[in-house]
């Protein structure tokens, strides 16, 4: 093909009709991507809740003593979410970040986790959870998305865009910078990736117009350079997060219930005495919209995976999968955007014109680099500190590593820390991670 060719590539009709997404439609910020553009509340409104405000407040001291935190919750009055709660979206997400937070320090305060969660945070949790379209649970959405607010209100500018010098977490397991900034880093990448969101829709927009190929050259040599600046804020968890303090501390708090037998919890946690088992997940960043946007937008395909460990025997597509974990506006996002997008075609169709295959070619590049730096990330923060684990594991206050179950008959002898070791999200991490970057690299440049 001639390289000044305007010749449409073929796209199903499906992709032709559909309209393109509104981010705005799905509760989705042109200036702060999946932020969303109001801040998170910092607390509920009503002061019937004041108690679970306190109690979350006082997480980092009520965990020095787990069996404290237990007491605190199991005295606290079984509450429904009132109106106030119900009728404002801000409110609703404020409780589910509560409850997600006090389900967690109850169920992993000591040693020995709870497996039954008590009514009085079970059914406000279960209701929550399900008008959000999430799970019952600590979620990316409760610990990142909404658990955020500017840390000093005088520094704040008039402008309406976020100050990423000046925010701080609302709540914390630990009390501790380190955590703070764990949840900050992922912050800052949904904001700095919001621009990914506008390049994206640009592009698409240009394809439909009919637009000559320059545009869309233009709009991937944007996104490029966004996706760039997505591993620079990525690499910023190295500058307030020190490993050792993440791997013992602060991440046992963050495991979820799914593949948890060694640790006692065979069928996962009882949502009240009298409720049911259920198994999920726990916080990923595999749950963040965005990256998975980036996946769409470029065409990248994961396939079902092995490496999920819950299920040895089951190929299942985790990324899928998590796609259940984000907030229902976002996981809805995502399925119109899939719908519509006609990038790679695009870029297929125009095979012999070389500026636009670069560009395509440098967005590929740029995601693979990302998935290359957060498995170096993961090496530093999980895989080292778990070889450490002996030595460390006898200093006081120090909980369970998340450890894979080495009973559940994998008789294929010792394995290294990097295959063996699982994430919060149930994945046998390392491949998992590994198989995300391959299938990025066999992307390649829009070729077939
Ligand atoms: C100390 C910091 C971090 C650690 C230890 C870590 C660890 C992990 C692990 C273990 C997984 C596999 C899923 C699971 O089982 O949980 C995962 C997935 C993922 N993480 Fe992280 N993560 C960290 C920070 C981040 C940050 C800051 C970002 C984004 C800026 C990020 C982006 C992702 C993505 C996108 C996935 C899904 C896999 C993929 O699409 O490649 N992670 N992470
Ligand atoms: N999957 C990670 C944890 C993780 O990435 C995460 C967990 C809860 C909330 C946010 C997370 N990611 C970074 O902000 C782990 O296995 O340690």
């Given at each position: 093909m001639d390289k000044t060719s305007t010749t449409e590539?073929?796209?199903?009709?499906?992709?032709?009709?559909?309209?393109?997404?509104?981010?705005?439609?799905?509760?989705?910020?042109?200036?702060?991507?999946?932020?969303?553009?109001?801040?998170?509340?910092?607390?509920?409104?009503?002061?019937?809740?004041?108690?679970?405000?306190?109690?979350?407040?006082?997480?980092?001291?009520?965990?020095?003593?787990?069996?404290?935190?237990?007491?605190?919750?199991?005295?606290?009055?079984?509450?429904?979410?009132?109106?106030?709660?119900?009728?404002?979206?801000?409110?609703?997400?404020?409780?589910?970040?509560?409850?997600?937070?006090?389900?967690?320090?109850?169920?992993?305060?000591?040693?020995?986790?709870?497996?039954?969660?008590?009514?009085?945070?079970?059914?406000?949790?279960?209701?929550?959870?399900?008008?959000?379209?999430?799970?019952?649970?600590?979620?990316?959405?409760?610990?990142?998305?909404?658990?955020?607010?500017?840390?000093?209100?005088?520094?704040?500018?008039?402008?309406?865009?976020?100050?990423?010098?000046?925010?701080?977490?609302?709540?914390?397991?630990?009390?501790?910078?380190?955590?703070?900034?764990?949840?900050?880093?992922?912050?800052?990448?949904?904001?700095?990736?919001?621009?990914?969101?506008?390049?994206?829709?640009?592009?698409l927009r240009a394809i439909r117009d009919g637009d000559d190929n320059k545009a869309v050259?233009?709009?991937?040599?944007?996104?490029?350079?966004?996706?760039?600046?997505?591993?620079?804020?990525?690499?910023?968890?190295?500058?307030?997060?020190?490993?050792?303090?993440?791997?013992?501390?602060?991440?046992?708090?963050?495991?979820?219930?799914t593949n948890m037998s060694h640790l006692g919890l065979p069928q996962g946690v009882k949502y009240g005495a009298e409720g049911q088992y259920k198994i999920f997940s726990g916080g990923s960043n595999a749950q963040s919209s965005l990256i998975q946007t980036l996946d769409i937008l470029l065409g990248v395909k994961h396939s079902a995976n092995?490496?999920?460990?819950s299920k040895a025997n089951q190929k299942v597509n985790y990324l899928d999968e998590m796609k259940k974990y984000m907030p229902r506006q976002h996981r809805e996002f995502l399925y119109h955007l899939a719908s519509v997008c006609n990038i790679r075609e695009y870029v297929s169709a125009n095979a012999s014109n070389e500026p636009l295959q670069r560009a395509y070619g440098h967005c590929v590049d740029m995601l693979q680099k990302f998935r290359d730096n957060h498995i170096q990330i993961v090496t530093k923060y999980i895989i080292l500190p778990s070889n450490s684990k002996q030595e460390d594991s006898n200093k006081k206050g120090v909980l369970s590593p998340i450890e894979p179950n080495t009973k559940a008959g994998d008789s294929s002898g010792p394995k290294t820390a990097s295959c063996k070791t699982i994430g919060t999200g149930g994945t046998k991490l390392m491949p998992f991670l590994k198989q995300c970057r391959d299938e990025t690299i066999a992307t390649g440049g829009g070729k077939n």
């Open positions: 590539p073929q796209m199903s009709q499906k992709t032709k009709m559909t309209p393109l997404p509104v981010l705005e439609e799905y509760c989705i910020s042109p200036h702060h991507g999946f932020l969303d553009g109001r801040l998170p509340l910092t607390r509920l409104t009503s002061e019937k809740y004041t108690r679970w405000e306190e109690i979350v407040a006082q997480l980092p001291s009520l965990l020095q003593d787990g069996s404290r935190v237990r007491t605190a919750i199991d005295e606290l009055e079984v509450l429904a979410l009132d109106d106030t709660i119900l009728g404002d979206v801000r409110e609703l997400r404020r409780a589910y970040s509560v409850l997600g937070f006090m389900a967690h320090a109850y169920v992993w305060a000591t040693g020995t986790p709870r497996d039954v969660l008590p009514e009085c945070v079970a059914g406000p949790l279960l209701h929550a959870a399900d008008i959000l379209g999430v799970p019952p649970l600590a979620t990316y959405s409760s610990l990142v998305l909404w658990n955020f607010k500017i840390a000093d209100e005088y520094r704040q500018t008039e402008s309406r865009c976020l100050d990423l010098e000046n925010i701080t977490t609302i709540n914390t397991f630990t009390g501790t910078v380190d955590e703070s900034w764990f949840y900050l880093v992922s912050v800052r990448f949904e904001k700095i990736g919001s621009s990914c969101l506008n390049h994206g829709l640009q592009i050259t233009d709009g991937l040599e944007k996104l490029a350079a966004a996706i760039k600046r997505l591993s620079r804020a990525l690499m910023e968890m190295e500058t307030k997060c020190e490993p050792s303090v993440f791997y013992f501390k602060i991440r046992p708090f963050l495991a979820g219930w092995a490496a999920h460990s």
